[in-house]
């Protein structure tokens, strides 16, 4: 699976950005999808990740209700809606993948094998 992220910008505090990820390989049947950003000197955050068949979401705390996960299947795409943003939203966004992940482990960095590029976002106050 290749993964190309876009979207990244600069924007106002408050403001809103949309982010993509379009997805090209193998079969997308089993396929998990999430977003995860970071900062300099800090460890890679997850954020939100959908599974491509059925749809079930799972997102992180801090982002919940403020970001959107979703997928445009025939496009083969992933976006991250990003609304109400702030400051510490600032960070490079990447967007992930990977093959046959239950629900409980879409949270976690290293169960993802394949990785985009990153998009930076920087949210000025």
């Known amino acids: 699976v290749q993964l190309q992220a876009s979207g990244g910008g600069l924007v106002q505090a408050g403001g809103s950005l949309r982010l993509s990820c379009a997805a090209s390989?193998?079969?997308?049947?089993?396929?998990?999808m999430g977003w995860f950003r970071q900062t300099p000197g800090k460890e890679r955050e997850f954020l939100t990740a959908i599974k491509w068949s059925g749809g079930s979401t799972v997102y992180a705390d801090s982002v919940k209700g403020r970001f959107t996960i979703s997928k445009d299947m025939p496009k083969k795409t992933l976006y991250l809606q990003m609304n109400n943003l702030k400051p510490e939203d600032t960070a490079v966004y990447y967007c992930a993948a990977s093959f046959g992940l239950i629900t409980s482990t879409m949270r976690s960095l290293e169960k993802y094998d394949y990785w985009g590029q990153g998009t930076q976002v920087t949210v000025s106050s």
């Open positions: 390989g193998r079969t997308f049947s089993n396929l998990v």
